[in-house]
């Protein structure tokens, strides 16, 4: 049987012939990955299916109560990581915030330019939301020296 290349590691290897149709190696990384994707894939497409994943995960939490709080106390790595998450959340929602915002009357435009640069072009094209910071200073008007009195 013609050796394949696996759909996640792209390694070369051998089907079984119990299973001629085999697309992902047997390494348990591609294994997992395999079931997870046919998971995702089975929730988008089966309302029962998705219902059922619902209610057991209901079904956990409510005989694990607590279970959440006490993870976080014990793993600090776990509670850093979903800090740092819960920021980008937190940004991203402000700046959704921002896009829905049409009350910004009192506009100015900036001279600023931005230049993307990339590998290829393509890496590009679909690069329009740029995650930056701003200081924006007002300048001062210049002091005007008093003219002496003649």
């Known amino acids: 049987m013609p050796r394949r290349r696996c759909r996640f590691c792209q390694k070369l290897f051998e089907p079984s012939k119990f299973r001629p149709d085999q697309s992902v190696c047997t390494d348990p990384v591609c294994r997992s990955q395999r079931r997870n994707e046919y998971h995702r894939k089975k929730i988008a497409s089966d309302p029962e299916y998705a219902e059922v994943v619902r209610d057991s995960r209901r079904k956990w939490r409510e005989a694990h109560p607590g279970y ?22 937190d940004a991203k929602r402000r700046a959704q915030l921002l896009v829905k915002n049409n009350l910004a009357l009192d506009l100015k435009r900036c001279p600023a330019e931005v ?26 008007p210049a002091a005007v020296a008093p003219q002496p009195v003649s």
């Not at 600090?76 to 980008?88: D, T, V």
């Open 68 to 89: 959440q709080k006490t993870y976080l106390q014990t793993h600090e790595a776990a509670l850093e990581r979903n800090r740092a998450l819960q920021k980008g959340r």
């Open 115 to 140: 230049w993307l640069i990339g590998a290829a072009e393509t890496d590009l094209v679909k690069n329009n939301l740029a995650r930056c910071r701003m200081l924006i200073f007002q300048t001062v």
